[in-house]
């Protein structure tokens, strides 16, 4: 099945089918897209499980839900959207309610592409790099008021940035910084001219966003209450764009899969990854990482 491209923008759905083959949505299903976004998987979700399927869908983006409330208006009342953060899944889902559960972790394309948000290399808008008007720290705030070696560990931490101090310090050198194409060009400037297949800004954009929205305590947070959502059966579908995520991801399907009395069965045990066709139709695929399992039934007691 070819993914949809009506979608605002023709925003392209990472790993469509893939995350619809896993999932495996049927009639009369209860689904959860936990990073709804411009609402592309969960269209897909909702026409598989048609005619009677339900998906609840949240984000904590309020541009993120306009733009899925549009695109899941002829799904009527089988869909329900909620601006809020994934970690409060369990306000708003039951507990053993779901057949299926998706998090698209990272950046959407709406995000990435609005200037004034701070995401792109090529914005001129502010350092904002802001998920949704709930959290109050910005990237411009980190970049221009961190003391520098603070700013060194974020960069090597969350980024995974060889260059952390030398980036540190040339973003110091250049303060104050008040858009994102500034701080690229800062950042280039300080690694020079080395040949990588990504701009030589990326893990620092990363980094930031990561600091500014708490993605990783986010995903550790989510990860249980998803298990918790999801019924006897139920499947679990999770991208990642970056090591920091599949990492965490993988640990959790891991642990919970270990334990004496398993809570969740590891359907991939090496990530799916985006097929080249795919990258080259949307090359935001290309470090996409999708890893699937399955919730286990409480054993009986004896």
């Known amino acids: 099945m070819r993914p949809p491209t009506d979608a605002p923008g023709g925003h392209i759905p990472v790993l469509y089918n893939e995350v619809l083959e896993g999932l495996q949505p049927r009639p009369g299903g209860v689904y959860i897209d936990a990073t709804v976004g411009a609402g592309g998987h969960a269209a897909g979700l909702l026409e598989r499980s048609g005619p009677d399927g339900r998906l609840l869908g949240l984000d904590r983006d309020p541009a993120a839900i306009a733009q899925a409330r549009a695109r899941l208006a002829p799904f009527g009342e089988r869909v329900r959207l909620v601006c809020a953060s994934y970690t409060r899944l369990t306000e708003f889902a039951p507990e053993a309610g779901a057949d299926g559960l998706l998090l698209d972790l990272g950046l959407s394309s709406l995000q990435l592409d609005d200037p004034a948000r701070g995401f792109s290399f090529q914005s001129d808008g502010p350092l904002d790099m802001r998920f949704g008007p709930d959290t109050e720290l910005t990237a411009a705030e980190i970049v221009n008021t961190w003391p520098l070696d603070e700013l060194a560990d974020l960069l090597f931490e969350f980024g995974e940035e060889r260059h952390s101090r030398r980036i540190a310090r040339a973003i110091g050198a250049a303060r104050p910084i008040t858009s994102a194409r500034a701080l690229a060009e800062t950042v280039a400037r300080a690694v020079g001219g080395r040949r990588e297949k990504i701009h030589p800004a990326t893990r620092t954009f990363q980094a930031l966003r990561i600091a500014v929205n708490g993605e990783l305590d986010a995903v550790a947070a989510v990860l249980p209450l ?41 359907i991939t045990r090496k990530p799916i990854e985006a097929a080249p066709e795919a990258v080259a139709a949307n090359p935001r695929a290309r470090s996409a990482k999708l890893r699937l399992a399955e919730k286990l039934p409480v054993p009986a007691l004896a």
């Not at 139920?234 to 809570?263: C, M, N, Y």
């Open 226 to 266: 998803a298990v918790r959502t999801l019924r006897p059966g139920g499947r679990l579908a999770v991208i990642t764009f970056h090591s920091l995520e599949d990492r965490l991801v993988k640990r959790f399907i891991r642990d919970q899969a270990a334990t004496s009395v398993p809570a969740l069965r590891m």
